[in-house]
T-cell receptor, first 112, second 112 residues
Framework: TQLLEQSPQFLSIQEGENLTVYCNSS?????LQWYRQEPGEGPVLLVT?????EVKKLKRLTFQFGDARKDSSLHITAAQPGDTGLYLC????????????FGDGTTLTVKP | NAGVTQTPKFQVLKTGQSMTLQCAQD?????MSWYRQDPGMGLRLIHY???????DQGEVPNGYNVSRSTTEDFPLRLLSAAPSQTSVYFC???????????FGQGTRLTVV
């Protein structure tokens, strides 16, 4: 059973469009992280959200942590080809020291 | 800035062979983890360590051993390689629980 469910699994859009990807769980997380992974590379951290209801912005990317700390979303405004990659959410389960779990990811393709 | 260094980058093994994937970090991080990533899937935790001398199992530990004799090094041993262990392996380190994880570039392993 996957603790973090990401949707959609694949997303292909045109440059300039907006999109939202989701990360959901039935478990509570003390924090959630979003990573982007490019082919042949390891994931690189985009943001960490910690407080329920928190919203963080990173240029055209907006991250939100659910009030109950069980879900998160990533919204990209005016997507660009450089946004193409695998987006992963991850987090340590509340009370579980050292162990982080990852979702299966959303593969985003932005066409010029 | 070396960060997390994994070796080798590519490896082909025959079924039944054993080998060790090396991982070293120079950031003095306490937490280190090994993940495997299969096509279309996120990262699944194999083993992790919260400090030198301390290791624990992740989601998919069978067929793998780890040890953590120093803060810097966290090798992953495949005891008797099987085709099901064909995957990309990532090592990661972080300063503390829930903090940003820094990933190596991965080891692409094929077992024939």
């Amino acid at each position: 059973t996957q603790l973090l469910e990401q949707s959609p699994q694949f997303l292909s859009i045109q440059e300039g469009e907006n999109l939202t990807v989701y990360c959901n769980s039935s478990s509570v997380f003390s924090s959630l992280q979003w990573y982007r992974q490019e082919p042949g590379e390891g994931p690189v951290l985009l943001v960490t959200v910690v407080t329920g209801g928190e919203v963080k912005k990173l240029k055209r990317l907006t991250f939100q942590f659910g009030d109950a700390r069980k879900d998160s979303s990533l919204h990209i405004t005016a997507a660009q080809p450089g946004d193409t990659g695998l987006y992963l959410c991850a987090g340590p389960l509340l009370g579980n020291a050292g162990k982080s779990t990852f979702g299966d990811g959303t593969t985003l393709t932005v066409k010029p | 800035n070396a960060g997390v260094t994994q070796t080798p980058k590519f490896q082909v093994l025959k079924t039944g062979q054993s080998m060790t994937l090396q991982c070293a970090q120079d950031m003095n991080h306490e937490y280190m983890s090994w993940y495997r990533q299969d096509p279309g899937m996120g990262l699944r935790l194999i083993h992790y360590s919260v400090g030198a001398g301390i290791t624990d199992q992740g989601e998919v530990p069978n067929g793998y051993n780890v040890s953590r004799s120093t803060t810097e090094d966290f090798p992953l041993r495949l005891l008797s390689a099987a085709p099901s262990q064909t995957s990309v392996y990532f090592c990661a380190s972080s300063a503390r629980r829930g903090a940003e994880a820094f990933f190596g570039q991965g080891t692409r392993l094929t077992v024939v």
